[in-house]
């Protein structure tokens, strides 16, 4: 075999290794691959996209771990479209790559996929929040808010500092009271279920764990509540 033969056999490998990475980079797979999406394993697939999807996340850059969620959640999201999980992390992967047209439709697919879930507003919410745009992630805020996160501390919290950004400290006081009123909720649960003073009597050793976990629960958002008037916002830019 010659040097040449050798050399163009050398580019023909690199070039399959690298494709696939600028292919997701740009929002896709290398389109002149035929991949049979019929004959991967669904399963293995989804399992080792979420082994690497926390370090891929927290590195913010692109390494291996990167590489592969990117990867392997486009092959996920072209096995399973209605998938909304798959969509919504590439949205996170993207985002924190400052890939911002990719992050953005991901995040739209995501809602268009499943608009009653809250997730993809508050996520998208934040991908605005982070840019400074708060009458953007506001709009998002209060979608996913109205969609099953009315209870979600830090949601309620971010509303509350975005209408005092604006001036609305009526409006924020609404959302910052409702953290409390939540509290008191559980905490009022928990008296209905009290005997004399004491635990309700327990037909099993599973139902007094339950309520054992009620009751830290309880105890978690006392302590939440303690450091509830921290201003978290004052080192935000106007």
Request: net charge negative; with cysteine.
């Amino acid at each position: 075999m010659t040097r040449l033969s050798k050399f163009f056999i050398f580019l023909i490998l690199v070039s399959f290794t690298i494709t696939p990475v600028y292919s997701v980079l740009e929002g896709g797979i290398d389109n002149s691959y035929t991949i049979d999406y019929t004959k991967l394993n669904k399963s293995e697939l989804e399992n080792k996209a979420n082994f690497v999807y926390e370090s891929a996340l927290a590195s913010k850059t692109i390494n291996d771990s990167m590489t592969q969620a990117l990867n392997l959640y486009t092959i996920l999201k072209n096995i399973d479209p209605k998938n909304m999980t798959y969509t919504l992390r590439l949205g996170l992967l993207y985002d924190t790559l400052g890939k911002d047209r990719l992050a953005k439709g991901n995040y739209y697919q995501a809602i268009c996929t499943n608009p009653k879930k809250p997730e993809p507003y508050f996520y998208f919410g934040n991908y605005f929040y982070k840019r400074e745009q708060y009458l953007k992630a506001l709009r998002f805020y209060k979608k996913a808010h109205e969609h099953g996160y009315s209870s979600n501390y830090e949601l309620l919290e971010k509303i509350n500092g975005i209408y005092k950004k604006l001036g609305d400290t009526e409006t924020s006081a609404i959302f910052k009271q409702k953290p409390i009123e939540d509290m008191f909720k559980e905490l009022e649960m928990l008296q209905n279920k009290t005997l004399d003073g004491g635990l309700t009597p327990f037909s099993s050793s599973d139902d007094l764990n339950r309520e054992l976990e009620e009751i830290e629960y309880s105890n978690m958002l006392i302590d939440i509540e303690q450091i509830h008037d921290t201003n978290l916002f004052d080192e935000l830019p106007d």
